[in-house]
């Protein structure tokens, strides 16, 4: 696993799910994590933690190469077929450990 930069406190790194090469040259991973008790995905930009949804968001108008997104300032945006395979994995762990996620982002991002 990568030396991983300005991971926040409490935060477990379990595992990495996805990982792009986006057209700035950065490489953009989302990890699933544990934090706060429940297992989230979290974006890293160049193995630096970027804040934002504990899993991918719909776009507000979607295209055939997007249809998510995670991180603020900046967003990543993601295929399908990368949200599907982010949100699977983070429903999964938190069934298979009798964890109900609560996603606080949206309430403290307004």
């Not at 890293?44 to 970027?50: E, P, R, S, V």
């Not at 996603?103 to 307004?110: G, L």
Request: some cysteine; hydrophobic content about 35%; charged content about 25%.
């Amino acid at each position: 696993m990568p030396e991983l930069i300005d991971v926040p406190r409490g935060m477990k790194v379990i595992k990495s799910i996805v990982v792009k090469r986006l057209q700035s040259g950065f490489f953009a991973e989302v990890f699933l994590v544990l934090n706060n008790s429940q297992y989230e995905a979290a974006l890293f930009l160049n193995d630096k933690y970027k804040p934002g949804p504990p899993v991918p968001y719909p776009l507000e108008t979607p295209t055939d190469l997007n249809s998510h997104w995670m991180g603020v300032r900046p967003s990543v945006g993601l295929s399908p077929e990368e949200a599907e395979r982010i949100i699977n994995e983070v429903e999964c762990e938190n069934s298979l450990h009798k964890k109900k996620m609560a996603d606080r982002w949206e309430r403290m991002s307004s």
